[in-house]
């Protein structure tokens, strides 16, 4: 079975008729959530079990979980964690170990929903001109430190059953605009970049998905954004070596300009396996899904290694857990 390019959203707490025959006939690779899909937890395991029959398998749904302020599950279904950036600080010398926790109990949060993916980690280096809408949600100002805690959220993942979703590449940090709103442009030569914020990326490239920045990298591709730049693919695939499944960020967010359907037949063209199209009329995302088309050979070839990495949960003992990340966080743990 060939998957569609896509991953899609859903307009409310349960499919529509028209949503799942729409998705029974796109069979798109994937969904994601966004908290107006989610009320309780049965509304939420129910509207999963809806996403799953339309495409006949056991198909990827993800989410956006960092915590802080990009976290769609609230209390009482999810903990409320403090922003990433202030979980590392206030950590300390015991970072890794905290992260790890931090993910290992989202995920286990996650799979008991039937959320399968998170869109996290993030591996974008802060630095002192990085937007206020992402500084907070980076691990830190250097590379190799970003990597390590990177790798244990991702570790944290993988071993909850939750496939990772690494963003955003080649690197957002040196963005100074919020691209929900507007197209960030980073003019920083190739070498700082290659140094700095690329590094983390590439000490993370054998992780089994990832996510694309809607940046423009003016030292390498002055005119595209990375996600409909086929530079910026070439520089994800070969410098930084990343060969997993490479999906876009939302190609719905104001980055990007023109109609979707366009956005989408770029996106693919430039190389990237999936498109990750949300909050859009139905009518959009059947034009989106037909401009995405089925995955490219390779591209379902990536995805299938990408589904493989998804595991059974290993065993987690909740409490021990807790106590454990409060003892390493001087005892606050969460927002």
Same mark, same amino acid.
């Given at each position: 079975?060939?998957?569609? *390019? ?18 029974r006939d796109a069979n798109p690779f994937g969904f994601i959530l966004f908290a107006r899909n989610i009320e309780s937890a049965d509304q939420t395991r129910a509207l999963c079990e809806d996403f799953r029959e339309a495409v006949g398998r056991d198909c990827l749904i993800t989410i956006d979980q960092e915590g802080g302020r990009v976290q ?5 279904? *999810? ?13 300390? $010398? ?31 280096? *802060? ?6 809408? =992402? ?22 993942? =993988? ?15 040196? *963005? ?19 140094? $700095? ?25 002055? &005119? ?8 910026m693919t070439q520089l994800i695939r070969e410098t930084i070596g990343f060969d997993g499944l490479l999906m876009s960020d939302d190609i719905s967010m104001k980055a990007l300009r023109g109609a979707p359907q366009d956005i989408a037949r770029a996106t693919i063209a430039a190389g990237c396996d999936v498109v990750l199209f949300c909050n859009?009329?139905?009518? &959009? ?12 050979? $390779? ?7 990408? =589904? ?17 990340? $409060?003892? =390493? ?7």
């Amino acid at each position: 079975m060939t998957y569609g *390019a896509t991953i899609l959203d859903a307009e409310g707490l349960r499919l529509s008729a028209e949503e799942k025959a729409f998705f029974r006939d796109a069979n798109p690779f994937g969904f994601i959530l966004f908290a107006r899909n989610i009320e309780s937890a049965d509304q939420t395991r129910a509207l999963c079990e809806d996403f799953r029959e339309a495409v006949g398998r056991d198909c990827l749904i993800t989410i956006d979980q960092e915590g802080g302020r990009v976290q769609r599950l609230r209390a009482p279904l *999810a903990r409320d964690w403090l922003p990433p950036l202030d979980h590392v600080q206030r950590a300390g $010398a015991g970072a890794e170990r905290a992260m790890y926790l931090r993910y290992r109990l989202i995920a286990h949060e996650l799979r008991a929903l039937g959320i399968d993916s998170n869109c996290a980690p993030v591996g974008d280096v *802060a630095c002192a001109v990085t937007h206020p809408f =992402l500084k907070n949600r980076c691990y830190g100002s250097d590379a190799a430190a970003v990597a390590r805690l990177g790798r244990a959220v991702a570790e944290a993942h =993988l071993d909850g059953g939750v496939l990772p979703v690494l963003k955003h590449l080649p690197g957002h940090g040196r *963005a100074t605009a919020d691209s929900h709103k507007d197209l960030p442009r980073v003019s920083a030569p190739a070498a700082e970049l290659e140094q $700095a914020d690329f590094a983390a990326f590439q000490a993370l490239n054998d992780l089994p998905m990832a996510m694309t920045a809607h940046l423009v990298y003016e030292a390498y591709d002055a &005119e595209r954004p990375a996600t409909v730049s086929p530079v910026m693919t070439q520089l994800i695939r070969e410098t930084i070596g990343f060969d997993g499944l490479l999906m876009s960020d939302d190609i719905s967010m104001k980055a990007l300009r023109g109609a979707p359907q366009d956005i989408a037949r770029a996106t693919i063209a430039a190389g990237c396996d999936v498109v990750l199209f949300c909050n859009a009329p139905l009518a &959009e995302r059947r034009a989106v899904a037909e401009a995405a088309g089925q995955m490219t050979t $390779a591209a379902q070839s990536r995805a299938e290694v990408a =589904l493989a990495a998804r595991k059974a949960p290993a065993e987690l003992d909740i409490q021990a857990a807790e106590d454990e990340l $409060a003892a =390493l966080m001087g005892g606050q743990v969460y927002g």
